[in-house]
């Protein structure tokens, strides 16, 4: 074998070498980091979706509450007023007037049922016929202006501002 001739070849490939001998640790050590990093964003994002998952899931619990018991508020309100029904149907004294004025404060109490409750009634005489609130049972001939409401059969009711039930009129028509 030959040995080398040129030591000023040996002089400059042994600095390149050992560069890139610490180029590698370097390397591994950063590698080494990444990993660590990689790792803890893989756990992070583990966890932010888990806590996604768990207000989601709380969330339709949450709905579906909210829907099961909505009506609570105004069930209690009723049980006031079937009490005071009750009360008068078992009321034995024969007096007329005492049944009215229980049956009309039973009506009060229902009234206020209703109003915390945003139930409202429709009482649409005089006004034009509106098919979202009211059904139009029939026609008479009225001085009224043609479908315009000249009686109520039976009242309408609005929940907020939707129709719970429309109100059954009488709508005028031209004179013949």
């Known amino acids: 074998m030959q040995e080398n001739q040129n ?7 042994e ?10 640790v370097d390397c591994a050590e950063r590698l080494v980091q990444l990993e660590a990093e990689l790792a803890d964003v893989k756990e992070q994002f ?25 009506i609570e508020r105004f069930a209690s309100e009723l049980v006031s007023v079937k009490d005071s ?5 078992l009321d034995q004294s024969g007096k007329f007037d005492n049944l009215k004025l229980g049956v009309d404060l039973t009506l009060k109490q229902l009234l206020a049922a209703f109003e915390k409750s945003q ?3 429709i009482n649409p005489i005089g006004d034009k016929l509106d098919p979202h ?3 139009a049972i029939s026609t008479e001939e009225s001085d009224a202006e043609a479908n315009t ?20 009129v009488v709508v005028a028509k031209a004179k013949s």
């Open 133 to 135: 609130r009211h059904q």
């Open 46 to 70: 583990l966890r932010a979706k888990a806590e996604t998952e768990n207000q989601r899931r709380r969330a339709a619990e949450d709905v579906a509450k909210a829907q099961k018991f909505a």
């Open 15 to 24: 600095p390149v070498a050992t560069a890139t001998e610490e180029a590698g």
């Open 119 to 121: 139930i409202s009634e």
């Open 149 to 168: 409401v000249v009686r109520v059969m039976q009242k309408g009711y609005l929940l907020a501002d939707r129709v719970l039930r429309p109100a059954m």
């Open 85 to 89: 029904l009750e009360m008068a149907l």
């Open 7 to 13: 030591p000023q070849a040996e002089e400059v490939l």
